[in-house]
């Protein structure tokens, strides 16, 4: 049984009682969820129903809006990759910034300085999560300051990330070769080893890592057996041979 969308186990309960009542449409609220936003990125918890209300609020009072938190919240979306809570979040930002934002990808970057280029930096390292470019992600963080100041609030956003792209490592391979695995986690030498053996759970043997099986990464042959009655064909072919009407 899945979970709820909305359901975050470290959610406090003054929180909750305003999301579950009709003070999270009270723009009065707004700084208490930009400082829940401020708890998430500092002890490493997660709530995107809260993250959502917010960024709601600022569609109804733009003057309250945050760029550093609305900042903040895209880049705690980036830790919970695959799922779809980044682009939750894009749909909730002002039209005109996320007009920007794409734009940027053909006529060039925004000014600097403002929520529309950090919407671009942070648009692009969610591209490359995607795409399964992890190697590329890592370089682009490395790659310009910029970058690493927009996840600097988020403590722990590295290794929160390797953890998740193991994760889906995890779901679609056996095996893969050191290298290959090193460039994609951003770490090398015992760092690696230590990564791989006591946060994964994963072997090494030579170049290789190996993965082991689960529901996800085993490969099962499924066989579909269908049942019909002979007395569906017959009607079928009756139909067939009626007159139209």
């Known amino acids: 049984m899945g979970v709820a969308f909305d359901y975050a186990p470290e959610r406090p309960e003054s929180i909750d009682t305003i999301l579950n009542g009709l003070d999270r449409y009270n723009p009065e609220t707004t700084g208490v969820f930009q400082e829940y936003v401020a708890q998430q990125c500092a002890d490493q918890t997660y709530d995107c129903y809260a993250n959502l209300a917010l960024l709601k609020l600022y569609q109804f009072n733009p003057h309250l809006t945050r760029d550093e938190t609305t900042t903040n919240i895209l880049a705690k979306a980036l830790t919970v990759f695959p799922s779809p809570d980044f682009s939750l979040c894009l749909s909730l930002l002002p039209p005109h910034i996320y007009a920007q934002a794409k734009l940027s990808q053909q006529s060039g970057p925004p000014a600097s300085g403002?929520?529309?280029e950090a919407v671009s930096h942070l648009c692009i390292l969610h591209t490359q999560l995607n795409s399964a470019q992890y190697a590329e992600f890592w370089n682009t963080i490395d790659g310009d300051d910029l970058y690493a100041d927009l996840v600097?609030?988020?403590q722990g956003f590295e290794e929160?990330?390797?953890?998740?792209?193991?994760?889906v490592?995890?779901?679609?391979m056996q095996e893969?070769?050191?290298?290959?695995?090193?460039s994609w986690l951003n770490v090398r030498g015992s760092k690696f080893d230590n990564f791989?053996?006591?946060?994964?759970?994963w072997s090494v043997d030579g170049s290789v890592v190996k993965i082991p099986l689960n529901k996800e990464n085993e490969a099962r042959g499924t066989v579909v057996r269908e049942s019909v009655k002979f007395e569906q064909f017959g009607r079928m072919v009756k139909r067939a041979y009626e007159q139209p009407a």
């Open 176 to 182: 893969v070769q050191r290298d290959v695995l090193e």
């Open 160 to 167: 929160i990330m390797r953890v998740r792209i193991a994760v």
């Open 152 to 154: 600097a609030d988020i």
């Open 196 to 201: 791989v053996r006591e946060i994964c759970g």
């Open 169 to 172: 490592v995890s779901q679609c």
């Open 114 to 116: 403002t929520l529309a």
